[in-house]
Structure formats: structure tokens, C-alpha cells
């Protein structure tokens, strides 16, 4: 884990101020500050941004459950965590915003007052009443969250979570060099059946992206007609959330909603998440025959790819799952931790029944993967 430093000297303690809000009408209310805090926190992702959580509120949040913890020193805005009352397996738990919806869950923090924002974060979560532990379930390596279960002073408990595949940044020439000779003349020639065919990809200005995410849901729907697709897609509420939310991360240069089209024909689109490190490929959608006719994994990724270096990031993140369509290329491993932060008695029943659904699950995830 990379650890953030403070880089300040100590703050005398009457300059520290703490809030929790539980009225949504604070959160559309804090925008501006939330998108400043997520520009000075290096360890968030997308699913960190104010867009992407406002959205998710506005479409699946349910009122009184709000618990928007924030750190002042000075009253400047210098850490947050976007959470909300739950309760799972029967236990009252505080989750991240949108964590169904979203592949990491963190806290937004500035290093600059890591020390004094951590120590101030962590006294105000355990003075948070009404539940009996604070569940985060995909904490990638690096986050601000392993400084805050660093800190704490009850029962914390980790477990391995999702994997998540990651491409370093360069040309799609990089990646196909990582793959054995013959294969990668296989990929080479596939790309050049792409260009010859004529697939022109665009990147949606931000007044067409709700548009475009609309767009690509439908193509989705009918990619994964006749087989299991994961049932939220389907939704309204998905619908919307990821509308509204791509249209103002396009704006702020924070995601890009590539459009393929053949002949002047939509034929794919593809929802491209671009964090602080790493640009993450979310959703895409694509017309059943494509796939027929050219390898659409390997389009997106010369894209992905692409934007990645523009945007000057570290690399493409593939995001949960090891399917084998990205197994292909070769990318290194990086596993999330769910951590648990007890807060009373009964957290660590909870943690346990956690630790034991979460180890059938994944069993049961191993058994699928062979039968495939």
C-alpha cells in the first residue's frame, strides 16, 4: 500500500472542524467543494467523483439514510466520506454511495492534511450512531480507507474482494508485444480487417452523452439478448444514473463515451471512466453481428489504450472481473480488500457471516469458471 504523508505541520486542533449530513439537499448544496476535494485527492477514482455519486442519489438514494461525513481545517474542505445508512444480512452497517454501481470504494482525502484529516475522519465515523459497523467492500491498494482502518482503534477485519485487470499505458503495438508471436499476428491482422472495413470511432461532446449512454444500453441489451446480463442494466434507474452522471464527467474531462460506427451506422459504444491514475473501461454495448465480423474487445481497447496515453495516465484498468476476453492480453492482477470497521458487539458477527458469504461466493464463482 502507498502511504499518503502528511506535508504540513501540525494544526492546532481548534482549526479542525467536522460535519455529517444527512439531507440531500446538502449534498447537491456541496458540489463545488466535493469537485475540489476529488481534484486534490490522488488516490480516488471515478466512482469517487460528485458527479457519479449526485446522480446515483438522485436515482436510487433513499431519504434519511444520507450520512455525508466531511473534515474542515480552516474550513477548507479536506476529506470526505460519501456514505449512507444499510443494512445487510440484518445488520445496520454505513456503505459507500453508489457501491453497487461502483468497482472501488474510498474515501476523498488531500494528503496535504492526511495526519490531522485521518485522525479528525476516524473519530467522527466512530461517533456515528445507528449502525454497528462501517462495510467497504472493493478498497483498491493505495486508497485513502487504508489509512483510516490503520487508525482505528476497534475490531477491523479484511478479506480479499474483486480482482481487477490493469494495462500499463501505451500503444496497442505494447500490449500486443506482451503476447506470443503468433498470436500477435493474429491480433495485427484483426486490426487491420477493422481499419479496412471503415470503423470510425468518436468521442461525444458532453451535450450528446446522456444521449450516447442511452444508446449504448440499448446496444448492450441486445449484445447479451438470449443470455444472463446482469439484471441493473435493464433498469430505468441504471439508465438514468449513468446518463446523467457520464454527462457531467464528460464535462470535467473525467469519463469519455466513445461511438462506433460502420458505414455511418451505430454499430458499439463504450463508457470509458477516467480517474486520477488510470482510465477504467465501465460499460460497453455492441450489436450482436459485430462480434461476427470483427474482434470488438481489441477496438476498444486501441481506444482505451489511447485515451490513456492522451489523458497521460498510468495505464487502462479493465475493472472487476477476470473473464477470459481480458485474460488475453496479459494484464497484471491487482486485487481490492473489503474492509470492515466495527463499531459495537455485534460487528463481529456480522464480519464473520461476511467472511463465510463471501468465500461461498466466490467458490461458487471458481465452479462456473470451470465448467465454462
Known amino acids: 500500500m502507498t ?37 486534490r485527492s490522488p488516490a480516488a477514482t471515478p466512482f469517487q467523483t460528485y458527479e457519479w455519486l449526485k446522480a446515483w ?60 484529516a485521518v485522525r479528525h475522519l476516524t473519530r467522527a465515523l466512530l461517533d456515528e450512531r445507528g449502525c454497528c459497523a462501517i462495510d467497504l467492500r472493493e478498497v483498491r491498494p493505495g486508497s485513502a480507507a487504508h489509512l483510516v482502518a490503520e ?62 449512454v442511452h444508446a449504448l444500453l440499448e446496444l448492450h441489451a441486445r449484445q447479451w439478448e438470449g443470455r444472463p446480463i446482469n439484471p441493473e442494466h ?14 457531467g464527467m464528460v464535462r470535467d474531462g473525467r469519463a469519455a463515451v466513445l461511438q462506433y460506427r460502420w458505414d455511418g451506422r451505430l454499430v458499439a459504444g463504450d463508457l470509458v471512466l477516467i480517474g486520477h491514475r488510470y482510465v477504467g473501461a465501465y460499460l460497453y454495448g455492441a450489436i450482436p453481428d459485430l462480434r461476427d ?6 477496438m476498444m481497447l486501441r481506444q482505451n489504450l489511447a485515451i490513456a496515453r492522451d489523458r497521460h495516465r498510468q495505464g487502462v484498468s479493465l475493472l472487476r472481473g477476470d473473464e477470459p476476453y481480458k485474460l488475453k492480453w496479459r494484464p497484471a492482477a491487482v486485487r481490492n480488500e ?16 461476511a467472511r463465510t458469504r463471501g468465500y461461498l461466493s466466490a467458490r461458487r464463482h471458481r465452479a462456473e469458471a470451470g465448467r465454462g
Do not use: N
Request: aromatic fraction near 8%; charged fraction near 25%.
Open 57 to 116: 442519489w438522485g436515482w436510487y438514494g433513499t431519504r434519511g439514510r444520507l450520512r455525508l461525513v466531511l473534515v474542515r481545517c480552516r474550513g477548507r474542505l479536506v476529506a470526505a466520506a460519501p456514505l449512507m445508512a444499510s443494512a445487510r444480512y440484518g445488520f445496520p452497517v454505513l456503505v459507500p454511495l453508489a457501491g453497487e454501481q461502483s468497482d472501488f470504494s474510498d474515501f476523498l482525502l488531500d494528503p496535504v492534511y492526511a495526519d490531522g
Open 234 to 247: 435493464t433498469r430505468a434507474r441504471f439508465r438514468r444514473h449513468l446518463a446523467e452522471a457520464a454527462s
Open 151 to 212: 487508525r482505528w482503534p476497534r475490531g477491523t477485519w479484511r478479506t480479499p474482494s474483486s480482482v481487477c485487470l490493469e494495462l500499463p499505458a501505451g500503444g496497442i503495438d505494447d500490449v500486443l508485444g506482451r503476447l506470443p508471436r503468433r498470436t500477435a499476428g493474429k491480433m495485427r491482422a484483426k486490426l487491420r480487417k477493422i481499419d479496412v472495413r471503415g470503423i470510425t470511432a468518436e468521442s461525444v461532446p458532453a451535450e450528446r452523452a446522456a444521449e450516447a
Open 3 to 39: 502511504a499518503i504523508a502528511p506535508a504540513r505541520p501540525a494544526t492546532p486542533a481548534a482549526e479542525w472542524s467536522v460535519e455529517v449530513h444527512r439531507d440531500e439537499q446538502s449534498l447537491l448544496g456541496l458540489g463545488d467543494e466535493l469537485r475540489d476535494l476529488y481534484d
Open 338 to 353: 473489503r474492509i470492515i470497521l466495527g463499531r459495537s458487539a455485534p460487528a463481529a458477527a456480522f464480519a464473520g457471516l
Open 293 to 298: 465480423c470483427v474482434d470488438v474487445s481489441l
